[in-house]
């Protein structure tokens, strides 16, 4: 009877050990799934604060854009042009540049034309 106790008991003994060992290995994997998901997430805003200043970049080099106050927002890849010109030609440079700048998916042109 004793032997057989003895036997339960490391029996019971290595199925904690093993079921606390699985529980670290889930809880590790779901930790390391949220960092990685955190890092994917944090590269997604700095790839689009980059390409928001390089479309920036991009506008400041059309000569007769510089004194328009012409903003641009990037969401994942998506660039929104928002503001006023003087011209339809000038609405249209502003698309093409964006549109030239690695990383950009798409751009939605909100850009008014107010012109003479």
């Known amino acids: 009877m004793k032997k057989v106790m003895?036997?339960?008991i490391v029996c019971v003994a290595?199925?904690?050990?093993?079921?606390g060992q699985d529980v670290k290995d889930i809880t590790s994997g779901t930790?390391?799934?949220a960092t990685g998901v955190a890092k994917e997430q944090a590269t997604l805003v700095a790839d689009d604060a980059?390409?928001?200043a390089e479309v920036k970049a991009q506008l400041l080099q059309i000569?007769?854009?510089r004194n328009h106050g012409v903003e641009v927002s990037?969401?994942?890849?998506?660039v929104?042009?928002?503001g006023d010109v003087a011209l339809e030609n000038t609405k249209w440079l502003a698309?093409?540049?964006?549109?030239?700048?690695k990383g950009v998916k798409s751009v939605d042109n909100q850009i008014g034309v107010h012109g003479p």
């Open 6 to 8: 003895i036997a339960v």
């Open 14 to 19: 290595m199925v904690s050990l093993a079921y």
């Open 31 to 33: 930790k390391e799934g």
């Open 50 to 52: 980059a390409i928001t």
């Open 63 to 65: 000569p007769w854009f």
């Open 74 to 78: 990037t969401i994942d890849g998506e």
């Open 80 to 82: 929104t042009l928002n």
């Open 95 to 101: 698309s093409r540049a964006a549109k030239s700048v």
